[in-house]
Nanobody
Framework: QVQLVESGGGSVQTGGSLRLSCAAS????????MAWFRQTPGKERKFVAV????????YLADSVKGRFTISADNARNTVYLQMNKLKPDDTAVYYC??????????????????WGQGTQVTVSS
């Protein structure tokens, strides 16, 4: 059972930056894809970014390309989401997720069996 704990959320103004962290309970990077999703009230959870550390690949949603970066520190069992040029539309609860590597990229939330508790990101105009 993989356990994930997010941190780093908060409130910023438009154009600001935040870095989210996701600490995994065990070494997952060699066999798991690690992803970030976000969700607003009443809406479905949406894909943001995914990283396959062992395959050296990342994939981001079009809405965040050029602004967000996903990275991983294998020694720390931690995945990061660096968010720059934040907009009010980025306001959401951000979740970290993990799944065993199969197809690439996997962007559907139902394909991920392991989830963190979420961290709130609020961007004010």
């Amino acid at each position: 059972q993989v356990q994930l704990v997010e941190s780093g959320g908060g409130s910023v103004q438009t154009g600001g930056s935040l870095r989210l962290s996701c600490a995994a309970s065990e070494r997952t990077f060699s066999t798991y894809d690690m992803a970030w999703f976000r969700q607003t009230p009443g809406k479905e959870r949406k894909f943001v970014a995914v990283i396959s550390w062992s395959r050296g690949r990342t994939y981001l949603a079009d809405s965040v390309k050029g602004r967000f970066t996903i990275s991983a520190d294998n020694a720390r069992n931690t995945v990061y989401l660096q968010m720059n040029k934040l907009k009010p539309d980025d306001t959401a609860v951000y979740y970290c997720a993990a799944r065993p590597q199969v197809l690439w990229p996997t962007v559907g939330p139902n394909e991920y069996p392991y989830w963190g508790q979420g961290t709130q990101v609020t961007v004010s105009s």
